[in-house]
């Protein structure tokens, strides 16, 4: 399986596609409801909906994306690099 680069900017979140049907199948997987998943997770049902279209307001950090990937047991094969100094 191809692993997704993403670097810490929303912007960048945005480049991959894929990332919000991936977020989408493992919640569908999941046998919770999107209230307990979400407040698990700590986020609300509104931002998990921008996180699964792709339409994001708020910026997909590593710690939320880490978050889901463990409140859910997947791996959604997301490397965030290390911004490095200018």
């Known amino acids: 399986m191809k692993t997704v680069q993403v670097k810490r900017v929303v912007e960048t979140v945005r ?3 894929n990332l919000g049907g991936k977020i989408r199948r493992a ?3 999941d046998k919770r409801s999107l209230s307990e ?3 698990q997770c700590g986020i609300s049902r509104a ?3 921008q996180l ?3 339409d994001l307001r708020a910026p997909a950090t590593e710690s939320i994306i880490r978050r889901i ?3 859910l047991s997947v791996d ?3 490397v965030f690099e290390e911004k490095k100094p200018s």
């Open 76 to 78: 959604l094969n997301v």
């Open 52 to 54: 699964e279209s792709e």
């Open 47 to 49: 931002y998990w909906y």
């Open 15 to 17: 480049d991959f596609p």
């Open 27 to 29: 919640r569908e997987q």
């Open 37 to 39: 998943i979400c407040r």
């Open 69 to 71: 990937e463990e409140i």
